[in-house]
Nanobody, 120 residues
Framework: QVQLVESGGGLAQPGGSLRLSCAASGGIFRLNAVGWYRQAPGKERELVATIPSPGKTNYAESVKGRFTISRDNAENTVYLQMNSLKPEDTAVYYC??????????????WGQGTLVTVSS
């Protein structure tokens, strides 16, 4: 029942910006850790940015200073603001979240992904 729906992907030029959104729905009681991961063709899925707990953020070295992860707790939505995009950022970006539904039941789920293409 819990679902994550990503949006905001598309085509951007090098140096440009995109903002990804991930909306969680389906009886969410509380979101705990959230994060963004990406997978380029032929490569393994890798961590981009996470909020493992309130007030804490982790970033891959490759995106530090360029990407910002944030949460809107009221909307159960996680964002990834991507600035100074590079062609190497091209990948399918996936939202991940865990937390509780029905007050006490734990979940962990992935979104379906949104494609980000950075190219001139």
């Amino acid at each position: 029942q819990v679902q994550l729906v990503e949006s905001g992907g598309g085509l951007a030029q090098p140096g440009g910006s995109l903002r990804l959104s991930c909306a969680a729905s389906g009886g969410i009681f509380r979101l705990n850790a959230v994060g963004w991961y990406r997978q380029a063709p032929g490569k393994e899925r890798e961590l981009v940015a996470t909020i493992p707990s309130p007030g804490k953020t982790n970033y891959a070295e490759s995106v530090k200073g360029r990407f910002t992860i944030s949460r809107d707790n009221a909307e159960n939505t996680v964002y990834l603001q991507m600035n100074s995009l590079k062609p190497e950022d091209t990948a399918v970006y996936y939202c991940n979240a865990n937390g509780f539904f029905r007050a006490t039941q734990y979940f962990e789920i992935w979104g379906q992904g949104t494609l980000v293409t950075v190219s001139s």
